[in-house]
């Protein structure tokens, strides 16, 4: 009984008040600014404890309700200021609000939007503070001429921002920049991207004009990359933009999404040239799944040694295998996915790629669902690859059971070149 008397004595303790204003701040900086703002009626001590949180997030808030919590916000340098699209405002305010947080010493901002052309402040480009900023759906880069100094910029993530002939200037002015991710809508017009310090760049340019492709006239148009200290590269480009890669001496990873619409020999021989600046990469994933047929010519006439591959992942017809499994000495992990067309070229190479006879311990199959046309060079990598650990079979789940036991038993008939091989297989 005393024990039972002594535990409720216990519950009764409130132990959250007992923790100093600091501890419980930052116990608020995880929540909503909706949700810490409503702590303010707890008690008296609470209720202006979320003006001293150094985080600012709106998520489903009007103009005027924010507007009365800025007017209470006593930090001084806020850490976070994030804004959604659900936020219901006029797009001038947003950007007083910007202003605000800039004023206010803010490190990462985060702007995000659907629709609406949104006011950029000068101030923006000028702030000493910032060091993460995300720009979503913001209209269009405002003329902020030579006034351009982000001297603690490390993130800069722009999607579907206008007017990208603005980047350049803009990268100038962000001298310890480490990271830039670039979602683009295709604008009539070639650009360069150029920064010494970025490691990090992820480049996806997406087209929303609806020609046919033999008539689209766009592919004289030229993306420039010049990043020497590039680190990791992912490119997905749907506009036929022909690319231009300067030293990636850096360059460990790169992943790369092509999707030719126009088949065009020049553009072709411009994504091949792009793949072979990165030879000296250590993973490497290339998706070249749709309509590639001048891009494999150009490839085939061509010796591309990836010397420094261990891991190659490939969502494309069988018919670049064997040149890649030609030239890539050390590949220890070969992913590939399936692709739709209906292509049946798979070439046995002339002899065996060294890679298969010392390197290759994983394969792994991802979501193949008609394997018929990959049996062949399946059973060839099996038979050769003399000490493959294992092969993982990755099925969709969508995929019925009986299909499923058909490629688990199929595969598992094939001759095994290592002993120790086994198959796995799993939904993912």
Known sequence: MEITKKY????????????????????????????SVATSI???????????????????????TINRVLSLYNV????????????????????????????????????????????LPRSLFTSKTLVDLRLHCCGKFPNIGSAVS????????????????????L?????????????????????????????????????????????????????????????????????????????????????????????????????????????????LELDL???????????AARTISFRNVTKLEMTTDCRFLPKLLENADNLEILVLHEVNEKIDRWMEPQQVPTCLVSRLRTIKLFRFVEMKREFKAVKYLLKNAIILEKIEIVYPCYLISKKRIYMLDKISSFERGSSACEVVAYVG
């Not at 004595?9 to 949700?35: A, G, H, M, W």
């Not at 699209?85 to 985060?110: M, P, S």
């Not at 799944?289 to 490839?299: D, G, P, Q, T, W």
Request: hydrophobic letters at 40%.
């Open 171 to 283: 990268l100038s002015g962000c001298p310890v920049l480490v990271e830039l991710v670039l979602y683009l809508c295709f604008e009539y017009r070639s650009f360069t991207i150029s920064s010494p310090t970025i490691k990090k760049l992820v480049i996806d340019i997406y087209s929303d004009i609806h020609e046919d492709p033999d008539e689209m006239y766009y592919t004289d148009y030229i993306l420039e990359i010049d990043t020497p200290a590039v680190v990791y590269l992912q490119l997905f480009d749907s506009t036929n933009y022909h690319i231009k890669l300067g030293s990636v001496a850096s360059l460990t990873e790169a992943s790369v999404h092509i999707q030719d619409y126009r088949n065009h020999c020049l553009y072709s021989r411009s994504v091949v040239e792009f793949i072979e600046r990165l030879s000296n990469v250590q993973c």
């Open 150 to 169: 982000l001297p603690l910029l490390k993130k800069l993530r722009l999607v579907f921002i206008r007017g990208y002939e603005s980047l350049p200037h």
């Open 76 to 119: 001084r340098n806020i850490i976070n200021f994030r804004l959604s699209d659900k936020v219901d405002c006029h797009h001038y305010q947003i950007g007083e609000w910007i202003t605000f947080a800039i004023e206010r010493n803010v490190q990462n901002l985060d702007i995000w939007r659907q629709s609406a052309d949104v006011f």
């Open 8 to 35: 409720r004595r216990n519950l009764s303790i409130d132990r959250l008040s007992e923790l100093p204003d600091s501890v419980l701040c930052y116990i608020l900086s995880f929540l909503p600014t909706q949700k």
């Open 289 to 299: 799944s749709h309509r590639a047929e001048n891009i494999h010519s150009v490839f």
């Open 42 to 64: 707890l008690s008296r001590r609470w209720r202006y404890l979320w003006t001293d949180v150094p985080n600012l997030d709106f998520v489903d808030e009007n103009q005027g």
